[in-house]
């Protein structure tokens, strides 16, 4: 029986982030079988926008930028046009993916309607709190424990809850979320696979992180780890791809670190471009400490690539140790960079573990996370 799907969102395009990627992998597959999809988000700007893409519907509302980070948009928690389209569309559950201000119009018009609702926690928030538009609170332990009194307050609500790992699920459980479901993102593995990466001899390896340029990514770890493997005459050079408030920050870091001619600054890309863009590096390396799951992890892997990442939260989950890449302890480059080297000398090595990668991540694909998303659904409906 097909359904009907009402997603509420804080983030949509012409946002690129994970959040994004996993909603349209989704909800485009998902309307390929028949079922009827409303997105929610918020507009780029202050005007509604109203359009059908894919045979996905998406209304937009008027919005603000968060002045600490511009990429967040807040729109009103109220809205008459939000209604009339629900009262046409008819919904048989409700989908929040975001647990802010188009999350919380989700969660009322879900009681007022008196349909389900499922939400998904894909973001660390307790990490976040440096962008909180308050100086004072911003970044302390005092405003993470609000993160955390805020997320139950929002999830609980929910009929059931959704995040991509065990690692989540059991940190999610841990701070009083309950009814917690593992439930994977989505990666569109068989486009990140055609462009797979074939010819591992490359003697200038080239390292390369992308997605949101953000604080929270401590992508100033990688060009320290960088600047230790030049200073011992490695052949290396890194590119950092994407956009976010850390960009002009890692920028200054390069230059006054010397490392200006071994740094490329890329702007995002599509789909299609990115997958050819990873495939032509050698090795994803990423220092995150806030990951649920990592999407950029699973899509380097798609395309045939190692992957180092931080030993923390949800990366290990897809990084194994010594099989499709290698982990080093937050924060800590010169292990980083310890980690770097052993691929740097081999490329039989690098060949291995990028086989590795492309078999860890081909149960990611759109199609099996869309059929488990249904299933879920259908237990609510």
């Known amino acids: ?23 349209k992998n989704i909800s485009n597959c998902l309307a390929k079988h028949g079922h009827k999809i409303l997105v929610i988000a918020p507009s780029p700007d202050t005007r509604h926008k109203e359009y059908e893409k894919n045979g996905v519907k998406v209304l937009l509302l008027p919005s603000i930028a ?15 046009r939000v209604k009339r389209a629900l009262r046409e569309f008819m919904p048989d559950l409700f989908h929040v993916q975001t647990p802010f201000s188009v999350g919380w119009l989700g969660l009322r018009y879900a009681k007022r309607f008196g349909v389900p ?23 302390t332990d005092f405003a993470r424990r609000g993160a955390w009194l805020f997320t139950r307050h929002f999830y609980n609500r929910c009929s059931l809850v959704t995040t ?12 009083g979320v309950k009814n917690v479901h593992v439930l994977s993102n989505a990666i569109d593995f068989d486009s990140f696979n055609a462009a797979r ?50 960009l002009d920050y890692l920028k200054k870091i390069a230059e006054e670190q010397k490392l200006a001619r071994h740094v490329s600054f890329q702007g995002p890309m ?6 050819r863009h990873i495939a032509s590096h050698d090795i994803f390396v990423t220092a995150s400490t806030i990951e649920t799951q990592g999407l950029t992890i699973l899509e380097s892997m798609a395309a045939g690539l190692p992957c180092i990442g ?3 939260l949800a990366i290990p989950d897809a990084i194994m140790e010594g099989k499709n890449g ?11 960079a310890n980690k770097i080297e052993k691929l740097l000398g081999s490329s039989a090595l690098r060949k291995k573990l990028g086989n590795n990668s492309v078999k860890t991540v081909q149960k990611y694909s759109v199609e099996g996370i869309a059929s488990q998303t249904l299933a879920l659904y259908k237990t609510l409906v």
Not at 270 to 275: F, I, K, V
């Open 197 to 246: 990466k074939k010819n591992y001899s490359s003697k200038n390896i080239k390292l390369i992180y992308f997605g949101r340029i953000g604080y929270e990514k401590n992508i100033e770890v990688i060009l320290f780890a960088l600047k230790h493997l030049l200073w011992k005459k490695k052949n290396v050079c890194l590119t950092i791809t994407g956009s976010g408030p850390a």
């Open 164 to 175: 991509p790992t065990e690692s989540m699920k059991n940190e999610l459980e841990k701070n």
């Open 1 to 23: 029986m097909p359904l009907n799907i009402a997603i509420f969102s804080d983030s949509y395009e012409p946002q690129i982030n994970g959040v994004v990627t996993q909603i």
């Open 66 to 80: 968060l002045p600490t980070y511009p990429d967040y948009r807040i729109t009103h928690i109220s809205s008459s």
């Open 310 to 312: 931080a030993d923390c």
């Open 117 to 139: 609702v499922m939400g998904t926690y894909h973001t660390l928030i307790s990490e976040f709190t440096m962008y909180l538009p308050i100086p004072f609170i911003m970044g």
């Open 270 to 275: 599509d789909s299609a471009e990115l997958a």
């Open 326 to 336: 290698f982990l080093f302890r937050p924060y800590d480059f010169v292990e980083c």
